[in-house]
């Protein structure tokens, strides 16, 4: 049973950045071969913004995939999102999710349903605010 951590959230500016850190314990990291983040906000369903498999293969929401930068540690027990040029609409509670199954697969990335992970964190809150 993977066990996910969350940190790094806060209040910032617009235009600002911050950096979210979740940390993996409880499981061999090399057997969760995709991770993501989700973003969630009051009223509305928790949405995929960016994903990354075991190979360093990324995707995207299109909203945020020229803004933030998910990555991972070289012992990948930590996977990152950097987040840049936020904006008022990336206000929501972050969380990190894994799986031990591919990102992608059958020609398609498997990652935008909340089904498609097994192991989640508690989340990080991002507050965007001037």
């Known amino acids: 049973q993977a066990r996910l951590v969350e940190s790094g959230g806060g209040e910032v500016q617009p235009g600002g950045s911050l950096r979210l850190s979740c940390a993996v314990s409880?499981?061999?990291?090399?057997?969760?071969?995709?991770m993501g983040w989700f973003r969630q906000t009051p009223g509305d369903v928790r949405k995929g913004m960016a994903f990354i498999d075991y190979v360093n293969d990324t995707k995207y929401r299109d909203s945020v995939k020229d803004r933030f930068i998910v990555s991972l540690s070289n012992t990948k027990d930590t996977m990152y999102l950097q987040m840049n040029n936020l904006e008022d609409g990336d206000t929501g509670m972050y969380y990190c999710a894994a799986d031990k199954r591919l990102c992608f697969y059958g020609g398609a990335w498997r990652v935008w349903n909340l089904s498609d992970f097994k192991y989640w964190g508690q989340g990080t809150q991002v507050t965007v605010s001037s």
């Open positions: 409880e499981v061999t990291v090399s057997a969760l071969y995709c």
